[in-house]
C-alpha cells in the first residue's frame, strides 16, 4: 500500500505544491500511488496533539507500505518529534521517500545520510531586525566537512578528546562546534548502535514504536497510581 501523505497548516506549503512534489517524484521513480492521505489543522499542533496522525502512523503495522512526503518537515516542524515519527515508521518497517530529498528511508538505509537532513530542519530562532548575523544563526564551520564521521563517531560512543585525536583538530573548538550543532542530541535521539552504522544496516533500531512506548508507559503508571490507592 503507498500512500501520499500531506498536512494542510496555516502558513505551511500548500496541498498543490505538495501533492505536485510528490506525484512529480511518483512519476519519475515509477511508483504508484494508491492512497492519498491529508491532515488538517488550524495551526501547527504538537505532534502528542494529532490524533488522527498517531491513528495512521499505528495503522501502519501489518503488511507492506510505503508513505510519500513532498518534505521532512511535512512530517514535524521539530526535529525531536520528526525522530519519533521516523523511529515508528522504521519499527513497524516502513519505507519513507522524502521527495524533495530523494531520499528513501527504511530499515536498509544509511542513516548517516539522514542526520544533515534532520539538522537542516531544526528550528533556528527567528532573525530580529538590525546589523550583523542574526543572532541564533549558524555560520559556516571548518568542521563542516567533518559532519558524517563525526556524527559516526559520536553514535561509536566515542568521546571528544577521542574524536579531535582522530581528526587531528583542536578539542576546545571541536567540543564548541558539536554543542552548537546539537550533534549528542541528534545521535543519542536516533538510537542508533554503532554496529548498525558501521553495517550501514540499522535492523532493530526499536522492537516498540515510540507512540506505543508512551502508551505503555502510561498504562503503567496508572496501575502504580491505583495500587497505591
Partial sequence: MVYAYMRQVPNFENLG???????????????????????????????????????????LDEGDYTVLVSSLNILSTKIDEMVKVINCML????????????LLINKESHMLEVFPLLEKHREKPKARLGLGRPKGTKSSSKFDIYHSQIMQMLAQKQNTSAIART??????????????????????????????????????????CPFEADALAKQEGDRNGSNKN
Fill in 17 to 59: 505544491s505538495q501533492k505536485s512534489t510528490i506525484l512529480a517524484f511518483a512519476h519519475q521513480q515509477g511508483i504508484d500511488i494508491d492512497q492519498e492521505v491529508i491532515e488538517y489543522a488550524k495551526k501547527d499542533l504538537l505532534l502528542d496533539q494529532r490524533d488522527e496522525f498517531e491513528q495512521f502512523l499505528l495503522s
Fill in 91 to 102: 519499527s513497524h518497517d516502513v519505507d519513507l521517500w522524502v521527495c524533495d530529498a530523494g
Fill in 167 to 208: 581528526l587531528d583538530v583542536s578539542r576546545s573548538s571541536l567540543k564548541d562546534y558539536i554543542a552548537s550543532r546539537g550533534l549528542k542530541t541528534l545521535v543519542e535521539s536516533m538510537g542508533l548502535a554503532a554496529e548498525n552504522l558501521a553495517d550501514k544496516n540499522v535492523d532493530n533500531i526499536l522492537v516498540v
